[in-house]
């Protein structure tokens, strides 16, 4: 079945639910300015479950209500993963058969964005849900900069290091911040680098839309949920078997 929709208490009655903040403090006329816009939003009818206030000036509310939208999965546009799924081991002996030396990695959070959750579980030894971060590999020689790092940091150190692929993780996305950086650094290695000798640029966030990689110059976004094998693995194909 291709065509679906939303399923709330019974199959296929469109019933969803929304939670947003409104710029008013809570009292009826908050409420009513809430189911207006989710009336606006296509929800009819919709129903207010929760209402809190959020400091002087701000409510967060959530809504109930139904929609008459229908999805067509077969239009969904999404980015599969095109390329086997390895073991570290699998990494490893594909590394030193092939490349026969280590591949530079370096990874970093650049501007402002001091969130190094995201970049920490991809590279650091203790990884994340089970999986050994890059560190562990051991045929990967990994760079973790940290925050805050600057791109013409980032440039210089992927230089010196003779990176193969540079990581970079964005999570504060604040008008945009997230594309704003990711652009620039792009940029900077177009700037800095020949085509032939740039490495590889992969930049991971909640916020990345995956299909943007032409748009932002960069080889490959990834979103949510990524796993450290997941990255191991397309560095692999990306650097080595796609260039067999």
Known sequence: MSIIRPYGDTTGDGMVQLSFTLPIPHDKRAEGAALQLAGKMGMDPAMLVHAKQMGDEFTFFVVYGKVGHLVDTDQVQVVERDYPLLSAKEVNAVIKRRLRRRLNVVGACIGTDAHTVGIDAIL???GIAGEKGLEYYSELSVTNMGAQVSVPDLVETAREKKADAV???????QRDA?????RAMSAAFREALPAGKRPLLIVGGPRFDELMTGEL??????TRGTTPREVASYLVHALIESRS
């Not at 990581?167 to 996305?173: A, F």
């Open 124 to 126: 650091n030894l203790k």
């Open 167 to 173: 990581l970079v993780s964005q999570v504060v996305t």
């Open 217 to 222: 110059g960069v080889d490959r976004i990834f």
């Open 178 to 182: 997230h594309l704003h950086n990711t």
